[in-house]
């Protein structure tokens, strides 16, 4: 009898329900304690959730357990063993310890450190995250951790992003209880990643180069047919899409990862899922998990999952929008405006300390989404442009406009929706539109930041949003700390009047895909970081360093480490794409080329060896192109070549990086055009590569 889907949710899962019948009442509690209140897990309370981990482990088919991390790599890390422990008289038991599960030691010296590590010094722990579940996963017990060196650096992106939530939540209880509100003990940063994607099947995928080596495609002509007819949009799901997202759905429930939405995206090909808000590293972890598994899936369909942010030249490519909120303890969604918006103190603290943490930490959040390939996305027609700015919507705009100018703010109330036939049933319409061109967008009860590219972690994001916040907090905190409670309104009233003065230049409700509002930005004084070598050097601002070390997100070894390891990936990526893109020129393309030249002058001197007189116009004119065609790529190439050595040779890495940016990627541009227009005049059966038209079509 096939299970149903509240059966099959979360079956594979260490989760509350699983724990409350396999554990001790007694250490049910003193586990339950760590993971609500952060306090320290005893090692007699580790040994019981071991044994009680390792017997329902091997109840489902487990045979090796592996600690599960996040290293700077933009994947995840494991390494598997075995629960087998052997005995005197030459048998095994299956054996897991408390020791076992709370600590790790993964050799470190393979992974990026950015000179926080030698080679030489290879130790490096796994440190186990009990808040987010263990589950089991191709037979083997998935344990989240977090990775640090042997001298206690962190060199992975759980480990501060942990740090980042436990400073958000004493900066947010703190600004409660000045505020009065005494019964909230803790407060949660929630986060809800909605994942673009395409599909394109597994033969073609493997016949390009491109994609097999960088993610993404390096030539190619458009197809006849792009988005311009916007008909894929929301469009009928395709049978093969729909078995792939039906099975994807099954897996990612097992697992308890709230899949919830899925539809097709604007682009030919591109799809996009949607989970339900979680707690913010285990929304991270749900995250990682989720880019695996679309992978796995895909490959069983005979389909690949593309991930890179921009895979196709000429239509939209991939972002990945980060749902953001705060949750007290008590259930109250601190980003919610409730009824009344203009009187819910609460509410306007907490979304004024948004607007200050974004305004003034910009450049953070814009690092926060710097990738190479999020470079080619960023500011395009698809996705927000590199200027960071705030969507309020109108009500909210009038109602700080109000607090900043001391003058009466009148509700609109609620609007009855009616669109005209009467059999439709009336509804009541949201206070403001949504505005898809903001980067930063406040959507009813959460803001949403719309810059991610698809295939980054979700947590450097909130990193930067949870230490930004707490530090505007603890600001507002030290301003109302004394205030009476007769007198707080009046405070509070004063403080939003003052950082709106100050903080609304962040402010934009408008269209943020036009030139003019480039232009407007500049002169507001806000960030314009067009590239990651642009952006990444503000990482290690003074402002930015103070930050992150007065609130122990990192030390400034460990910012130093991640600008180092940064600009590196940003390099090798580019340097891996421009060999590629130079190997398929000169071993796929140009022989194409050469082909078709040698075709069409067999052709030209048959027809003339049969009618002397007659016209090889077309011919010549077509060889004429084509050979002017192989000369431009035969000269790019070598111009491709020198300046990548170039780069490369470049000591400096910021300085490497700039050359990559600034030189090569502007070669391969000019390389692609000559490249991509040859394609064009090529006849398929003589291509080395699917083209366009198959890629977005076939599937």
Same mark, same amino acid.
């Given at each position: 009898m096939a299970q149903t889907?509240?059966?099959?949710?979360?079956?594979?899962?260490?989760?509350?329900?699983?724990?409350?019948?396999?554990?001790?009442?007694?250490?049910?509690?003193?586990?339950?304690?760590?993971?609500?209140?952060?306090?320290?897990?005893?090692?007699?309370v580790a040994n019981s959730v071991a044994v009680a981990m390792k017997e329902w482990a091997i109840d489902n088919g487990a045979t090796h357990y592996t600690h599960w991390f996040q290293p700077m790599t933009n994947v995840t890390a494991e390494k598997h063993d075995s629960f087998i422990s052997p005995t005197s008289d030459g048998q095994v038991i299956m054996d897991f310890s408390g020791k076992e599960?709370?600590?790790?030691?993964?050799?470190?010296?393979?992974?990026?450190?950015?000179?926080?590590?030698?080679?030489?010094?290879?130790?490096?722990?796994?440190?186990?995250?009990?808040?987010?579940?263990?589950?089991?996963?191709?037979?083997?017990?998935?344990?989240?951790?977090?990775?640090?060196?042997?001298?206690?650096?962190?060199?992975?992106?759980?480990?501060?992003?942990?740090?980042?939530?436990?400073?958000?939540?004493?900066?947010?209880?703190?600004?409660?209880?000045?505020?009065?509100?005494?019964?909230?003990?803790?407060?949660?940063?929630?986060?809800?990643?909605?994942?673009?994607?395409?599909?394109v099947d597994k033969d073609l995928y493997k016949a390009r180069k491109d994609l097999v080596f960088c993610g993404r495609t390096l030539i190619g002509a458009p197809a006849p047919k792009g988005q311009e007819m916007e008909d894929h949009y929301f469009g009928t799901l395709k049978p093969r899409v729909?078995?792939?997202?039906?099975?994807?759905?099954?897996?990612?429930?097992?697992?308890?990862?709230?899949?919830?939405?899925?539809?097709?995206?604007?682009?030919?090909?591109?799809?996009?899922?949607?989970?339900?808000?979680?707690?913010?590293?285990?929304?991270?972890?749900?995250?990682?998990?989720?880019?695996?598994?679309?992978?796995?899936?895909?490959?069983?369909?005979?389909?690949?999952?593309?991930l890179n942010e921009k895979p196709f030249e000429g239509i939209n490519g991939s972002g990945k929008h980060n749902n953001w909120s705060m949750i007290t303890n008590t259930g109250v969604n601190l980003l919610d405006p409730g009824k009344t918006p203009a009187e819910?103190?609460?509410?306007?603290?907490?979304?004024?300390?948004?607007?200050?943490?974004?305004?003034?930490?910009?450049?953070?959040l814009r690092i926060s989404v710097a990738s190479a390939g999020n470079d080619h996305r960023l500011g395009a027609n698809e996705a927000p442009p590199a200027v960071v700015s705030i969507f309020l919507g109108d009500e909210l705009t009038e109602i700080l406009s109000s607090i900043e100018n001391d003058t009466y703010f009148t509700s609109h109330g609620a609007v009855q929706?009616?669109?005209?036939?009467?059999?439709?049933?009336?509804? +009541?319409?949201?206070?403001?539109?949504?505005?898809?061109?903001?980067?930063?967008?406040?959507?009813?009860?959460?803001?949403?930041?719309?810059?991610?590219?698809?295939?980054?972690?979700?947590?450097?994001?909130?990193?930067?949003?949870?230490?930004?916040?707490?530090?505007?907090?603890?600001?507002?905190?030290?301003e109302l700390d004394g205030v009476s409670a007769e007198d707080m309104e009046h405070a509070v009233h004063e403080l939003i009047k003052r950082a709106i003065k100050k903080h609304k230049r962040v402010v934009f409700n408008g269209n943020g895909y036009t030139d003019e509002w480039i232009e407007e930005a500049a002169a507001r004084g806000l960030y314009n970081l067009k590239s990651t070598p642009d952006a990444l050097p503000m990482w290690i601002a003074d402002k930015n360093i103070k930050l992150f070390t007065e609130h122990k997100i990192f030390t400034k070894e460990e910012l130093h480490s991640r600008y180092e390891i940064w600009l590196e990936n940003y390099?090798?990526?580019?340097?891996?794409?421009?060999?590629?893109?130079?190997?398929?020129?000169?071993?796929?393309?140009?022989?194409?080329?050469?082909?078709?030249?040698?075709?069409?002058?067999?052709?030209?001197s048959m027809k003339k060896s049969v009618v002397p007189d007659i016209s090889t116009e077309s011919e010549a004119a077509l060889l004429t192109k084509l050979t002017e065609l192989q000369a431009k790529?035969?000269?790019? +190439?070598?111009?491709?070549?020198?300046?990548?050595?170039?780069?490369?040779?470049?000591?400096?890495?910021?300085?490497n990086a700039k050359l990559y940016q600034s030189v090569v990627l502007a070669d391969m541009e000019t390389l692609r055009a000559a490249a991509d227009e040859a394609e064009t005049l090529i006849p398929d059966s003589l291509l080395p590569y699917p083209t366009y038209g198959k890629l977005l079509f076939s599937v």
């Open positions: 889907i509240p059966e099959l949710y979360g079956s594979l899962v260490f989760n509350d329900k699983i724990m409350r019948s396999k554990l001790p009442k007694d250490m049910y509690k003193a586990l339950k304690k760590t993971i609500e209140n952060g306090t320290h897990l005893e090692l007699d599960l709370v600590k790790g030691e993964p050799d470190a010296s393979s992974f990026p450190s950015g000179g926080l590590r030698a080679t030489f010094e290879a130790r490096g722990y796994t440190a186990w995250d009990p808040t987010s579940p263990a589950f089991i996963k191709d037979g083997t017990l998935y344990i989240p951790t977090a990775f640090c060196s042997y001298s206690g650096e962190a060199l992975d992106k759980k480990t501060p992003l942990l740090r980042s939530m436990d400073t958000l939540n004493k900066a947010a209880v703190n600004m409660l209880h000045v505020l009065g509100n005494m019964e909230v003990k803790h407060v949660s940063t929630t986060v809800g990643p909605e994942q673009e994607y395409f599909l729909s078995a792939y997202m039906h099975d994807l759905d099954t897996e990612l429930w097992k697992l308890g990862i709230p899949a919830k939405t899925k539809h097709n995206e604007v682009a030919p090909a591109q799809h996009e899922l949607a989970p339900v808000f979680d707690t913010t590293n285990v929304a991270v972890d749900h995250n990682q998990l989720t880019m695996e598994i679309m992978k796995k899936v895909a490959d069983k369909h005979g389909m690949v999952c593309l819910n103190i609460q509410f306007l603290v907490f979304l004024m300390a948004v607007i200050k943490a974004v305004d003034e930490y910009a450049d953070l929706m009616d669109i005209g036939a009467t059999v439709l049933p009336h509804f +009541v319409k949201d206070n403001t539109d949504r505005n898809r061109t903001s980067p930063f967008a406040f959507t009813g009860n959460k803001f949403e930041f719309r810059m991610l590219g698809s295939a980054a972690s979700v947590a450097n994001p909130n990193i930067v949003l949870n230490t930004a916040v707490a530090e505007a907090l603890n600001q507002f905190a030290r390099s090798k990526t580019i340097n891996i794409e421009s060999n590629t893109m130079v190997e398929m020129i000169q071993k796929d393309l140009m022989p194409s080329v050469l082909t078709y030249m040698e075709q069409i002058a067999s052709t030209a790529m035969m000269s790019g +190439v070598e111009t491709l070549k020198a300046d990548t050595a170039k780069a490369l040779a470049a000591e400096d890495v910021l300085e």
